[in-house]
């Protein structure tokens, strides 16, 4: 196979994954990013309770600064992965990472909270200002669940600004590095039967936008799970409402949770890896066109590369991701050569 990330640039596109450790510890892990990917999203090495692991707040920078080394020799270009996440937080600053209904608590005073915001996006964007050009600032500001009005998380950095903290963020990150592109990433906005969600993650974008806040793009997760099903009306409506409002798009979690027994899912007990790929690359193609009909939809990510390493499996699903733990080309990563292909023919 071709490199995707090549395939994926001869339409002004770019293809690339998520990266973690495992790509300066596996080698042959490693060529396989260095064959295919344009750009990695940095998983967990910036997210809070690496950077900031202790309440003395001392940074730890050494994941970050050996991942970031590692893709500029191999002239990757890096996607900083968060800034500001009502989850994934250390203990000490809050208790819980749950989505509810045990929503948590903050374990530190309220001043010291913003004090502590404020400095890690200020610190974490300049320290890379000039190495990382694009940034997912707020991760899932959206949460149902949580019983706001707005349909906005109630948990965290909510609990410490209210709902000013996207834009807070926003801002300290522009104030950091002023020419680096600026994303809101957001998940379930290609679900079926979350339609509030869409309806209120775009509420607030224009909320940002009315107030002239530096926000350039949006990061469409795409943890697409076929128990729940996937919407083309719904996906369709709010790229296009996306388009309408001049903001890049990026495909920015892709994988695919084929099990589940409910709706267009396989069986939780399916082995037949034949029948799991050929449905995984279904979805792929039929997602794939939807999206890159866009022109403003400019990247594929898939969430980890190959796998071996994917959080899905965890979870008991299986072969969730373009290649396989042998890393090799599953029919899911043609797919993904195909939509390239077809888009720059179209």
Known sequence: MDSLNATALANGMMFGAAAATQVLTDPQ???????????????????????????DFVPNWGPA????????TNGIMVKGHNLAWNEYNPAWLWSSNSTGP???????????????????????????????????VVNEPIEPAHGRADLMRS????KVFGPDYVERAFRRAHAADSDAKLFMNEQVLDRMGCEKNRIAFLALVDRLLGRGVPIHGIGFESHLTLWAGVTHEGVMWLL?????????VHISELDIAPLGGSNTALPVATTDTTL??????????????????FPNVKAVITWELA?????????GQKRPLPFDDNYQPKSMAAEIERAFQNRRAG
């Open 307 to 315: 796998d071996k390493y994917s959080w899905l499996i965890a979870q």
């Open 276 to 293: 799991i790929d050929t449905r995984v690359a279904e979805t792929t193609r039929s997602y794939l066109k939807d999206v890159l009909s």
């Open 155 to 158: 948990k965290t950095w909510m």
């Open 29 to 55: 892990y490693a060529a396989l990013y260095q064959q295919h990917c344009g750009i990695i999203t940095t998983d967990i090495a910036l997210k809070w309770s690496t950077v900031r692991p202790t309440a």
């Open 65 to 72: 600064d050996q991942l970031i080394a590692w893709a500029e």
């Open 240 to 248: 296009e409402e996306l388009r309408k409002r001049g903001l890049e």
């Open 102 to 136: 045990d929503y948590g608590v903050l374990n530190v005073a309220v001043q010291d909270a913003q004090r502590y915001f404020d400095q890690h996006v200020t610190e974490t964007v300049g320290r890379y200002a000039g190495r990382i050009p694009v940034w997912d």
